[in-house]
């Protein structure tokens, strides 16, 4: 146990210190650190007795009616921002640190360790996970803290929201790794990445669509990407709905999804164990 | 306790790629085996398949036919690597980690605990020659000598019992090469297994007791240093020859040639040898040397791979 505890943790802790030493993980950090200065500094909240006295953002007084709305509205805003721009600037982030792996001349060294390939990959994938969900919780904590102290209302939901900003990284973490094993390429990966996250909101919309295409096949064919591909933008609802306090009508998305993120990852393995470098 | 180190039999591995359509048989149904406690060369032009073999030892490529063993035990069981400390070939080190760093995580990779990486790092880069300054540069920032020797340290952090290096000294200066040779003859003395893969016949020839010759993927001849370049002929060194006396001699031996005033004579056997040397001093010539020679490593090579 201990023996296989080992490696694992020196793997994560490499791919913390590989992440440190790029900048674009300190510029994610930075943004979301600006983003939380300027919730403390620029936007005072004063409340009155659980009903909200003014709002004022730049010193300029904003017309406002419930408090509890504006948090929401406010919270969905920065998890969108989170969820979308977060997400990109995680997959670039990634693809190069994933291809990296597989350099030449650094893999032959890391599977001459008595470390099963299946543990070397997973110990990077866990470890780039962290590190982005370090970032995404570092600033959904923090701004749902500075939210709780200036208004008093502490909802769960935005929090609960991030986990699944999190999940839908490791997804698309699972689909960067593949990719790098096939063909160890950062750019292929990045590809292959925004081409899920800009197919699957138009596949979302497969009623539109299905309405346009006139063969029964090509129907199918939509209905099937639709269900087998990840649904990043039904979760973007899902999180909406979650930070609003909103029913979800339906968790497919979610399994189906995660079940993507499995057969996936479990690819990227089994490849993995069978290359030759 | 396992009679060798490293044992394989019919290993092959062949390249095969789809678009063009080529295959190309980098390692040959080769068999080989290496006792535990010894140095052994793998010696064989670039192409040969040298780092490809290694490759298979370590499981970082997979046979296409054959196995292979360390200490008995197959080389694709993780656990089979455990004793093996490996210094690759155009190795790219992660630049972001300080030399300190890099040994403490391959380190761990080995499974070793955080105090006793922190007791053997400094020891060991002291050892291959890193100084103070070093251990705590980032390897982004090392030249290609100091890469090779923090990746010889790396390669020596869990106290292997096995030792494979690919092309130890590319890149070393000459001061740089001795001082790795020490820590190779330190670490042979305490009985470590010592495989190395090389080019350079020199290298081979100064380290190795026991060397396999591969060319294009095949084993080419393999055995101990001694008997691969022992005699092939003797020696004659005289001065003072007449020039009557010089041609006879010439006559008699297999090569002759003239340097520093000096007449040098090869004779293919002892009897042919002996009668020279009568001769020659019964002529009022002085013997400067006399001796059996051995063939070097290089001709040994040469012919293999030439011929
Ligand atoms: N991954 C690979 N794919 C295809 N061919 C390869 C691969 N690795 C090595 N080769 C080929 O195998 C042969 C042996 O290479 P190598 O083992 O590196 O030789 P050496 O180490 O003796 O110089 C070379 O012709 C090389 O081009
Ligand atoms: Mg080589």
Redesign the interface.
């Known amino acids: 146990m201990n ?1 296989q505890l ?2 694992v ?3 994560i ?2 791919t913390f ?2 992440a ?2 790029r900048r674009i993980f300190w510029g994610f950090a930075g943004c979301c650190t600006a983003l939380l200065a300027f919730l403390v500094f620029i936007m005072r909240i004063d409340v009155v007795a659980g009903a909200l006295a003014t709002i004022t953002i730049f010193g300029r007084a904003m017309p406002t009616t419930d408090v509890q709305g504006l948090v929401h509205q406010t919270q969905s805003v920065i998890a969108m921002a989170l969820y979308f721009f977060g997400m990109i600037i995680s997959v670039f982030a990634s693809a190069g640190l994933v291809a ?1 792996v597989f ?14 390939r299946s543990l070397i990959l997973l110990g990077r994938y866990l470890g780039n996970l962290l590190v982005v969900a370090a970032n995404i919780l570092y600033l959904t904590i923090g701004s749902w803290i500075i939210f709780g102290i200036k208004t008093g209302l502490w909802g769960g939901g935005y929090l609960l929201s991030s986990l699944f900003t999190i999940f839908v990284f490791g997804v698309l973490l699972a689909v960067i790794v593949l990719v790098g094993v096939l063909w160890e390429s950062a750019a292929v990966a990045i590809m292959v990445t925004f081409g899920i996250m800009i197919v699957t909101p138009i596949l979302q919309q497969r009623a539109t669509i299905e309405r346009l295409l006139s063969a029964e096949w090509s129907r199918n064919v939509v209905t099937v990407l639709y269900y087998v591909l990840p649904k990043t933008s039904d979760i973007g609802v899902i999180i909406r709905h979650l930070i609003l306090n909103e029913a979800v009508d339906s968790w497919m998305p979610v399994w189906s999804t995660a079940l993507f993120g499995i057969v996936v990852l479990a690819a990227g393995i089994l490849h993995f164990r ?1 290359r ?2 | 306790m396992p009679a060798y180190a490293i044992e394989t039999e019919n290993l092959t591995k062949v390249f095969r790629s789809r678009w063009p359509r080529r295959e190309l048989t980098a390692v040959d149904n080769i068999s080989i085996r290496v006792p535990v406690g010894s140095t052994y060369g793998l010696l064989g032009p670039n192409g040969a398949g040298k780092t490809t073999f290694v490759k298979m030892l370590l499981s970082a490529a997979h046979p296409t036919a054959g196995r292979a063993m360390v200490f008995d035990r197959d080389s694709r069981e993780p656990a089979a690597r455990a004793p093996i400390g490996y210094l690759p070939e155009n190795h790219r080190f992660p630049t972001y980690l300080t030399g300190w760093d890099m040994l403490d995580f391959y380190g761990a990779l080995s499974g070793m605990g955080a105090a006793e990486r922190k007791r053997r790092i400094p020891d060991l880069l002291t050892q291959v020659g890193l100084d103070e300054r070093a251990h705590q540069l980032r390897l982004g920032k090392y030249s290609k000598g100091m890469l090779q020797r923090v990746g010889l340290a790396q390669a020596l952090m869990h106290a292997p019992k096995l030792l494979v290096l690919d092309e130890p000294s590319d890149g070393v200066d000459p001061v740089g090469r001795r001082q790795i040779r020490d820590v190779l003859h330190a670490l042979e003395q305490k009985g470590v297994t010592i495989f190395l893969n090389s080019h350079l016949l020199a290298e081979v020839e100064l380290f190795c007791r026991e060397v396999a010759i591969i060319q294009k993927g095949k084993l080419a001849l393999s055995g101990t240093v001694l008997e691969l370049t022992s005699g092939s002929g003797y020696r004659l060194e005289i001065s003072g020859a007449t020039e009557q006396m010089e041609t006879e001699l010439r006559s008699r031996a297999r090569s002759a040639g003239a340097a520093n005033g000096m007449l040098q004579l090869l004779f293919g056997t002892r009897e042919e040898a002996n009668q020279a040397l009568d001769l020659a001093r019964a002529n009022g010539c002085e013997v400067e040397t006399f001796g059996r020679t051995r063939s070097t490593l290089e001709e040994v090579f040469m012919k293999t791979v030439e011929g």
């Open positions: 023996s080992i490696p943790l020196a793997l802790k490499d210190r590989e440190f030493a990296a350099e030449p001349g650094r893999i032959e060294l890391l599977l001459s360790k008595p470390v099963s069978r030759t470098f």
